[in-house]
């Protein structure tokens, strides 16, 4: 019998954060792990589903970013779960990652030439760059990515041609699928220097099981029993007292039933803690923890898949892209918008950059939209959601559009355990000290009276307590070990590889 023996440990969520940290206790030797997840499937943000027939359909995440230093890559990898042929790999059209397949389209239904479309997005990568790169002027400090990439646009002789805002706006609003934001007015400019893009290219793709079978992959490694689906924690009870109880934290459900626990790894996602945190532990989190909570953002991104039951695109066509005549707003629209004005939930469509071709469907087109837009869009039904597309295709394109066979859209900020789709640094934040205010186990060390006794009773993983990693899910994954790990220390037992 080993010191960890007898040592308790609840993991809320069954997301990758929470199923590389029980699969991490559970290799070093713990024997009382228990998984306990809201929803009625595990997996969290990762949802592979096969709608469509045998072929899957993600509707969260959906590629590996980068290989090397990718643990998530490397065991992918190693157990075989990559795509093997890269013929049949799909991206999505960002501006840094255009194909020269990409039918770009103007309101009028011109198709807009590629050299024109790419010399504006060679100039948004550019700009976007120095900001990833943390090459901006201390003058940027407290500007939003919006503010700075309108500055440089206004300064180049592209900002001069009518067309060139036209592609640059479309870009912008691309780029707010990357940053899960309404709006790019949304994101601090300056603290995007903190993320760090792995090598080995964006868009690794998964085999035909999809992510899930990285999930299957966790949950193999777990025993039966050890992780409760249906089961919403309601409060997490920590710094109980030794006299009175046997351990110091107890987590209990909403169903009424209790875990009484040496240490609890919370991994619910940042917009769940957004919504609930005050309820949710007593005693109440600490200041920076509760403030790491509300500064950092979380935003939404959404996918709308239409299947058809014939491709009416051409056979070279990776992706249609809107290029609509007005850009929806400079930051002082967007900023009266926000404040009630506008009216941005008639025109919710038109945050919908475009849509791409699917991996292994060839005849289902998949659309991006993101912010208040996808929001919104969650409270629509299917079929007025595939109305509204087909209505900017046929008018976009002026190509023959039959309604489509089936419409899925994802709803991840109306999903009550996650709501939203990943973090992002809003402006004037300092990213790097919340999400390590966030990640910060309690008691946290200045709270004498409970640190020495018992150490480690809430620990916090997930992509949002990453600095450099946050919204991936690699980032979720190493953050689940780097918890485990934390209480395999405190046991004494020896480190293991992630
Ligand atoms: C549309 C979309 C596309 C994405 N694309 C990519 C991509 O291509 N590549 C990439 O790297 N990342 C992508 N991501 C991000 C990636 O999916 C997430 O960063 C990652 O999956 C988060 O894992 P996690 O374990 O931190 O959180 P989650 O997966 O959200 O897991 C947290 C779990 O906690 C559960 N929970 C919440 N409240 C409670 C409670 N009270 N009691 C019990 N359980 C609770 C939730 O139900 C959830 O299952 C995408 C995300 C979305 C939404």
Redesign the pocket.
Known sequence: MGPSSGVKVVV???????LSAASTLVKAGFQHIQV????SRP????HTTRPFGQDIIEL??????GQEGNPLFHLARERGLLLEESGSAKTMCLPGSLTPNNYFFEESGRQLPVDEVDQVCAFFRGVTSKAFGSELEPSHSAQSLGGYLDQEFAQSPLGASKVGQRIFEWCKRSECTDEASSSLYEVSAVQLCHYVALEGGFFNCLGPGGYQALVDTLLDSLAPGSVLCD???HSIHWALEEERHAHPVSVRCRAGQCFNVDHVIV???LG?LKENATAMFEPALPVSKASAIESLGFGT???IYLRFEKRFWPDDCDGIQLVWDAGPEDEKVYRYSQSGGGDWRDTWYKKICGFDTVARHPTVLCGWITGREAQHMAGLDEKTVGEACVRLLRSFTGWLVPEPAQVLM?R?GSEP??RG??TYPPPGVDAVREHNALAAPLPLPSDAAHSQEKPLQVLFA??ATHANFY??????YITGIREAQRIIDLYGDKKLDS
Do not use: C, Q
């Open positions: 809320v969520g069954a997301g990758l954060a929470g306990l997840e809201a929803m997996g969290g943000r990762v969260g995440a959906n590629w590996i970013h089961r919403p924690v991994t619910v996602p769940f991104v959404d996918k994802s991840w355990f996650v789709s990943y997930g992509e919204t991936t899910t690699h980032g979720a």
